[in-house]
C-alpha cells in the first residue's frame, strides 16, 4: 500500500474511532472519578473509553521526527513566556495523579514496620557502578526478609506483600523526586506538553510505550540507505518465527535473580532476553540458559574488557547494541558524536560473522521511549538521561510478544542490594536508580502490569500484555 493511502485508511478509521470513543465517553463520564483505584477494572474500562479520543492529538505530536518536537517545544515555550505564562502551570497544578503514585500508605502499618526494621544494606562503603553515583537519599533502609511469605491464601502474607509493596513504591517515589540538578549531556530540552486534559491519565502505558516505537535499524532506513555503513545492518529481520512467538521473558540482570530458582519458569517461554554480558553459565538454576537476543549498550561494545567482537558470549545469539547520542541530534551527528563509539567493534563483529543477527537500536526511537516516560510521569520531571537497556529491551519486545514476562525487574522480597547476580557489586541506586530514569521507568512498568501482587512481590515476575491496537487509537503503525 502506498504511504498516501494508508494515511488516508488511517485518518479515515481514526475518525470512526474518535465517534465511537465520544459516545462511549459520555456514558463513561460518572465512572471517571471512581476509577482511582490500582489496577482497578474502572480504570481499565474507562481507559479504553478515553484512550481512542486523544490519539489523534497524540499521533500527530508523536510522528514527528524528534527534532521536531524540539521545534515545537521551543515555540510553545516561547509563547508562554510572552503571553499567559502562567496558564500552564496552573494547568498542570490541577492535574490528577495517575494511579500507581496513588498507592495509599496506611500509617499504622509503616509505624508497626518501621519500628522493626533495621537496615539491612549500608552502601557507603562500596565500589560504585561506573555509571551511578550512590545515592544518599535511596539507601535501602527496609529489611525484606520481614516480607517474605509464600503462601498464599494466607492473610498475614497477604498483608506482608501488600507493605512490601509500599515500602517499594515509596522508594521509587522519593528516587524520582530527588531532583537532577546535574548537567544535562544529551542536551534534552523537552518539556512535557501533554498533561493537560484529564483523559490523558487514563491513557493506557502500554499504548505510550507501543507508540513509542523502539525499534532496530534497517538498510532501507535513511541515512544508511546511502552511507556504506549502513549495508552492515543484516537483511533479516529482528526475529525468525514471530508469527509462533506467544511468551517472552525478560530476565534483568538483578542481583535478587540470586536463590530464585526461575531458571526453568525462564527457559519455557518462547524469546528470552538478556541484557549485556549477563551469564547464564553457572546460573542456570536461577536465571536459566536460554537466550534469544541481548540488549547490549555501547560501553559493552566498546570497552576492551567486554570483547565484543570476540567473546563468546556474543555470539549465536541475536544482539541489539544501543548508543543514546545526543536527544537533538540527527543520525549523521549521531555516528560522529555516540556516547561511546560502537561503531568500530559493531563494523569488525559484522564482518567477521557476516550471517550474525547483529543490529543497532535507532537512539531516536530510544528519546521517543524517554518522551513515553516523560509523559507517564506528567509534570515530575524524569531524569535528562536514556532509559535503561531494561526499559528498551521492553519496548523492543512489546510489539513482538503477546505476553511479557518480566523478571525481577521490580524488586521483590528477595532483595539484596546487589547490582547484578553475577557479581558481588552492592549500590542500592542499580535496584532504584538514579542515572538512568529508573525509578520513573519501574512505576511505569508496575502501571501496566497484570500479574497480582503475589506474582511480583514474592517470585518476582512481572508480566505486561500486548496493548490491543483498538485500546490504543491505532497508534503505532509508522516506525
Ligand atoms: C555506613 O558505613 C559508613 C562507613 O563505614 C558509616 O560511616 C555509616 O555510619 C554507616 N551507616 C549506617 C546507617 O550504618
Ligand atoms: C491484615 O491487615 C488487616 C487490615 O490492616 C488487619 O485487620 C488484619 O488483622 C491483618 N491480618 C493479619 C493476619 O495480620
Ligand atoms: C536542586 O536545586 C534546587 C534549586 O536550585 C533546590 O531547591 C533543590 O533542593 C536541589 N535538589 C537537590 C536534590 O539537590
Ligand atoms: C556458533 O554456532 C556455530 C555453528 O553452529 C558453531 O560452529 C560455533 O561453535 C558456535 N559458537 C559459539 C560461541 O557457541
Ligand atoms: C543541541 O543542543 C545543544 C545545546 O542546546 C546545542 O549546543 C547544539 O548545537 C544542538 N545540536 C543540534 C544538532 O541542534
Known amino acids: 500500500m502506498s504511504a498516501a493511502k494508508r494515511a488516508f485508511l488511517t485518518a479515515l478509521i481514526n475518525i470512526f474511532v474518535l465517534l465511537f470513543a465520544s459516545i462511549i465517553q459520555i456514558q463513561r463520564i460518572d465512572a471517571l472519578p471512581h476509577a482511582q483505584t490500582v489496577n482497578g ?28 518536537v524540539n521545534k515545537q517545544t521551543n515555540e510553545r515555550v516561547n509563547k508562554d513566556v510572552g ?16 494511579s500507581v503514585f496513588h498507592v495509599r500508605w496506611n500509617p499504622n502499618e509503616k509505624f508497626v514496620v518501621e519500628s522493626r526494621e533495621n537496615p539491612a544494606i549500608n552502601s557507603s562503603r562500596l565500589a560504585p557502578h561506573p555509571r551511578l ?32 509493596r509500599q515500602r517499594i513504591v515509596q522508594t521509587l517515589e522519593k528516587s524520582m523526586r530527588e531532583g537532577d ?13 501533554f498533561g493537560d486534559s484529564f483523559e490523558e491519565q487514563y491513557y493506557p502505558s502500554t499504548c505510550l510505550v507501543m507508540e513509542a516505537g523502539v525499534r532496530v535499524l534497517r538498510r532501507r532506513d535513511a541515512p544508511f540507505n546511502k552511507l556504506p555503513f549502513g549495508r552492515l545492518f543484516p537483511r533479516q529481520k529482528l526475529f525468525r518465527n514471530v508469527k509462533s512467538v506467544k511468551t517472552c521473558a525478560i530476565v534483568s540482570s538483578a542481583g535478587s535473580l540470586v536463590g530464585s530458582k526461575l531458571g526453568r519458569f525462564i527457559d519455557t517461554h518462547d524469546i528470552v532476553m538478556r541484557f549485556n554480558h549477563a551469564p547464564t553459565q553457572g546460573y542456570e538454576v536461577d536465571v536459566g540458559s536460554k537466550t534469544t537476543i541481548r540488549v547490549v549498550n555501547s560501553q559493552v561494545v566498546t570497552k576492551p574488557e567486554f570483547d565484543f567482537p570476540h567473546a563468546p558470549i556474543f555470539r549465536n545469539v541475536t544482539i541489539a547494541a544501543w548508543d543514546p547520542g545526543k536527544y537533538n541530534g540527527t543520525l549523521e551527528d549521531w555516528l560522529t558524536s555516540a556516547d561511546y563509539d560502537l561503531f568500530t567493534n559493531y563494523e569488525i563483529y559484522r564482518r567477521r560473522y557476516p550471517k550474525s543477527r547483529a543490529f543497532l537500536i ?23 538521561n536514556p532509559p535503561s537497556s531494561g526499559f528498551i529491551g521492553l519496548a523492543l519486545l512489546l510489539p513482538y510478544c503477546s505476553q511479557v514476562d518480566f523478571v525481577e525487574y521490580m524488586p521483590s522480597t528477595r532483595l539484596n542490594g546487589r547490582c547484578h547476580y553475577y557479581s558481588k557489586e552492592m549500590n542500592s541506586a542499580c535496584t532504584f536508580g538514579s542515572w538512568h530514569p529508573l525509578a520513573a521507568e519501574k512505576l511505569m512498568a508496575l502501571d501496566m502490569n497484570v500479574a497480582d501482587d503475589m506474582s511480583v512481590f514474592q517470585f518476582g515476575i512481572l508480566r505486561i500484555r500486548q496493548p490491543d491496537k483498538l485500546l490504543c487509537g491505532f497508534n503505532f503503525f509508522g516506525y
Not at 47 to 68: D, Y
Open 362 to 384: 535507532d537512539p531516536h526511537s530510544v528519546w521517543r521511549l524517554w518522551q513515553s516516560l516523560q509523559m507517564f510521569a506528567g509534570n515530575r520531571p524524569i531524569r535528562r
Open 41 to 68: 477494572a474502572t480504570a481499565t474500562a474507562a481507559k479504553t473509553a478515553t484512550s481512542a479520543a486523544i490519539a489523534l492529538t497524540k499521533a500527530q505530536q508523536r510522528r514527528e521526527p524528534v527534532r521536531m
Open 181 to 193: 540538578n546535574e548537567t544535562n549531556p544529551y542536551n534534552v530540552d523537552y518539556k512535557p506538553v
Open 83 to 98: 503571553g499567559g505564562g502562567g496558564e500552564d502551570s496552573s494547568v498542570n497544578s490541577k492535574r490528577l495523579p495517575r
Open 133 to 164: 553515583k550512590v545515592s544518599k537519599n535511596t539507601k535501602l533502609t527496609l529489611s525484606p526478609k520481614l516480607y517474605l511469605c509464600h503462601d498464599k491464601y494466607s492473610e498475614l502474607c497477604h498483608n506482608k506483600t501488600l507493605a512490601f
